[in-house]
């Protein structure tokens, strides 16, 4: 091991499993092991809970559940690891992967069964898989939520007697949830967990990162936290689980892992890899660590949160009447699918020796300003100063820094797209994720509810950022969430679940709510062994 912090002549505290982040994962751990026998505790770097899932859309990627098969949408096991091994571009495990998916649907019923939180399939087909045409994707049902109706109502009462559930972390801009609906979603999943904890007198501390791991005879037997300034230290006699998050807020190691621009999130600020790190100390593999969610962004000026730092926010867009340009004023991807943005955000032009796109602008003509609102600005025409505005094409580029003359021709061919309700650039609208999108935003609309002309002035542009949701990469586990050293050899004590665990039941894809349903099924089953050991 590379360094080793001794254990102290006398702990703080002494539980049977210490959960180092109140991430879904953290949290389900710790119910799992009251529920088996064992004392846990909770530990939280910031002085709020749940992290980015808190503020994310809740959604948990569980294939063939209940909930799905309960409304005749059929699935399989077969089906999961067809569509898995056919976009994973060969990076996934196969174990962890089988983990995931058998034992998804059996976390979901424990849960349902033992805590307040109740989950949902969507009852449209607006939340379809990114990838559904793959071989066994598929178009609705493997994505569930927090049950809408169910869940609020016990959380808005719980809120007002136990003050840990109102340490939800709430969205700092009012963005994904916003103060009219304070219990879905990400905050729903979260809280419904935290009371979980409350009603089993599970401690939950704040505001005690996590500094570093205790070894004692080469096996991790606990952590040094801190608290109130001074040293905690916390054994857990069976085992310690690492369930900080992601560390897309650390700008170095987002400079030395991750192959893009300057890089910005919108998750919790307290998501700086400090359980990568405590890993790296202790050997740790790691793998995807170049995986993010990549997807355009902004952050205005009051967008400043946790010590002063600027938090970005997601930019619309799959919407008709808009579309993204680059430096070269062309367009350079799918703008119903962020995962496609990502790509082009992303592409480097390796004989010119510079990102081929980047930087990225956002286009809109009045006809979507007449229609939608832009992040903090009303429909109509008042701009900000984020955002460029002008009566011709040919002014808004002047304004941007593009090349006018290409920036009308894309503007004029998208045109004649948007006209025939056809895109053979980059095919906007053809797969079964944007048609589904498409109907659920505009259902009806002809030729094309994703394509729309830019021909209305004034025009409106804005150079956007490149943010993620959260980084992928992490250290590597077995199927019980034991962290694998370099050798490939299990570091005794040590567990890792949330985006502290590397994204391979996936490889090298993404698909809403595999962060958060892998997190709490590696908690689930981290608790498990740690139940056995």
């Known amino acids: 091991m590379l360094k080793q912090t001794a254990a102290p002549s006398k702990w703080d505290l002494e539980v049977d499993l210490v959960s180092v982040g109140s991430s879904g994962g953290g949290l389900v751990a710790a119910i799992m092991a009251h529920d088996l026998g064992m004392s846990t505790v909770v530990l939280e770097k910031a002085d709020t809970l749940g992290g980015g899932t808190a503020i994310s859309g809740g959604a948990i990627w569980i294939p063939f559940n209940d909930h799905m098969l309960d409304m005749g949408i059929p699935d399989s096991r077969e089906d999961t690891l067809t569509y898995i091994r056919h976009v994973s571009m060969g990076h996934h495990d196969e174990d962890l992967l089988a983990a995931y998916i058998d034992t998804g649907p059996e976390m979901v019923r424990y849960l349902e069964a033992h805590t307040p939180l109740k989950m949902a399939c969507e009852d449209d087909a607006s939340r379809t898989e990114y990838c559904a045409d793959a071989p066994g994707g598929k178009p609705m049902g493997r994505k569930l939520w927090p049950h809408p109706e169910t869940v609020p109502p016990i959380l808005e009462e719980a809120e007002k007697v136990h003050p840990d559930v109102g340490k939800v972390r709430k969205d700092p801009v009012k963005f994904l949830i916003g103060p009219r609906f304070p219990w879905v979603q990400g905050r729903g999943l979260i809280g419904a967990l935290v009371l979980g904890c409350v009603n089993r007198g599970i401690t939950i501390m704040t505001d005690t990162p996590g500094r570093n791991l205790v070894v004692e005879n080469d096996r991790i037997v606990g952590i040094r936290a801190q608290r109130n300034g001074e040293d905690f230290f916390v054994k857990g006699r069976k085992g310690v689980l690492l369930a900080t998050g992601g560390f897309e807020w650390n700008t170095e190691m987002n400079k030395r892992f991750i192959y893009s621009p300057p890089l910005n999130a919108y998750t919790s600020p307290s998501n700086e890899g400090d359980g990568h790190i405590m890993a790296m100390e202790a050997g740790a593999a790691l793998a995807l660590m170049d995986h993010s969610i990549f997807q355009p962004g902004l952050s205005l000026p009051t967008d400043v949160v946790d010590g002063g730092r600027k938090l970005h926010r997601p930019f619309i867009y799959g919407y008709p009447h808009m579309i993204m340009v680059n430096r070269h004023g062309k367009r350079c991807c799918d703008e119903a699918f962020y995962p496609d943005m990502g790509r082009a955000l992303c592409a480097y032009d390796r004989i010119k020796g510079e990102y081929a796109n980047w930087p990225v602008f956002w286009i809109c003509d009045q006809n979507f300003r007449d229609t939608m609102p832009v992040v903090n600005l009303k429909r109509g025409t008042d701009v900000a100063e984020w955002m460029k505005k002008g009566e011709t094409l040919i002014e808004l580029a002047e304004a941007l820094g593009i090349p006018a003359g290409n920036f009308v021709e894309t503007v004029e061919r998208f045109n004649r797209f948007a006209a025939e309700g056809k895109d053979p650039d980059f095919r906007r609208g053809e797969s079964t994720f944007d048609k589904q999108w498409g109907e659920f935003v505009f259902p009806g609309r002809k030729p094309s509810p994703l ?46 679940t949330s985006n502290t665990q590397a994204m391979l039941p996936l490889g090298h894809h993404y698909d809403s709510g595999a962060a958060q349903g892998k997190s709490m099924i590696f908690g689930y089953l981290a608790a498990k062994h740690m139940a056995k050991t």
């Open 451 to 496: 394509l729309g002309p830019i021909e209305k002035p004034p025009f409106y542009g804005v150079q956007i950022s490149l943010t993620t949701a959260g980084n992928l990469g992490g250290v590597v586990t077995n199927t019980h969430a034991q962290v694998i050293d370099v050798r490939g050899n299990i570091l005794p004590g040590l567990y890792a």
